[in-house]
């Protein structure tokens, strides 16, 4: 009977009971009843997904595409006792492709990002990604020390650029809500035929890649053809072309849902 009690009020026991899904979505939840994440489901007929990631005040905090054609696209999940997302773990690999996606994302129990390793492999090689919070101050100079100053090399400039990807069957006009404070050549809107993966704009930084998804959203355009249909918005994996520049991909879903 004691052993029974305890298995009842364990945190874990409680967490895994605040989860369901239906034949479209998978939801688990806080144990206040918010939603932590929301998968929308592959099947025969959705192959193209995603995960998404909550704060405990519904927030969102990640975002990940997942797919069933063209090679693979996955995510998994590790979480907190208390419901709230601990690690996502997103791979990917093209079909037939050498190329293969691996980043896993840490976060800490109020949904803070604190750590991203990227173990991708791209032919070019890459160095794993951890941000650095620590502000670095700069070095005191003594002016009594008659030294000569030290030489320090230049930062060196990653670029990143953003594309849009229309898996409508339709034309659509991307309107860019949020862009990068350092952005270039981003339009307010930019037309899209079905099929198409267009370029909507780039952004410099010095020493770092920041994700294009903190600094980057879009709605489409409502009209007389689409307003009837259900837009979904999905970070797909980006790809390094160069070990200073990386492509981040949107993709456009129409996936009308109940």
Known sequence: M??????FLSPLFLFSQKSKSDSTF????????????????????????????YKIDGIEIYSMSTRNVGGHGSVDVDYYPSGAIKKAHATSQPDGGIQRGDITHFF????????????????????????????????????????????????????????????????QTIISKKTPPNGIGF?????????????????YEAQLFTLAATV?????????????????????????????LRKHYLLLIDKKVK
């Open 216 to 244: 980057y959203s879009a709605e489409v355009e409502l009209t007389k053809q689409n307003k009837n249909s259900s837009f979904h918005f999905v970070w797909d994996n980006f790809t390094q072309s160069t070990p200073t």
């Open 187 to 203: 339009k307010e809107k930019t037309l899209v035929n079905p099929g198409d993966t267009v370029l909507l704009g780039g952004y």
């Open 108 to 171: 800490d129990e109020e949904g803070n990002i604190t750590n991203i390793v990227d173990l991708s492999d791209d032919g070019w090689g890459r160095t794993v990604t951890i941000p650095d919070f620590k502000k670095v101050e700069p070095p005191v100079m003594n002016p009594k020390n008659d030294k000569k100053p030290e030489v320090i090399s230049c930062a060196v400039i990653y670029s990143s650029e953003i594309f849009i990807v229309n898996f409508t069957n339709k034309p």
């Open 26 to 53: 998978e939801y688990t939840y806080f144990k206040n009843g918010k939603i932590s994440t929301k998968r929308l489901q592959l099947s025969d007929k959705i192959h193209f997904g995603y995960l998404k990631a």
């Open 2 to 7: 004691r052993l029974l009690l305890i298995l």
